[in-house]
């Protein structure tokens, strides 16, 4: 199977296949999705995944921070 147009999960980096979680312009595979599901808050890979969601989340308010300061200078 080919990969959805070069695009890599978030979380491992590897290729992945048409129909994983997309949002914001990012993608989880399966596997990773999978086990964001299993984990338990006391395991080390929690802080890593919260930490890559941390960095998603603050990315997208500066770039919607910024999309409105371009907006209010056409004022």
């Given amino acids: ?4 147009s ?3 999960c978030l979380i491992c980096q590897s ?3 048409p129909g994983a979680l997309s949002f914001w312009g990012e993608v989880i595979c399966g ?5 964001i599901m299993e984990l338990a808050v006391d395991q080390p890979e929690y ?7 941390r960095l998603l989340w603050q990315n997208q308010f500066i ?3 910024n999309h409105h300061t371009m ?5």
């Avoid at 199977?1 to 959805?4: A, G, N, P, W």
């Fill in 71 to 75: 907006e209010s200078d056409n004022y």
């Fill in 15 to 17: 290729p992945v296949e």
């Fill in 47 to 53: 802080a890593e995944v919260i930490k890559t969601f």
């Fill in 6 to 8: 070069g695009a890599h």
């Fill in 1 to 4: 199977m080919q990969s959805m």
């Fill in 63 to 65: 770039a919607l921070q």
């Fill in 31 to 35: 596997d990773c999705e999978a086990e």
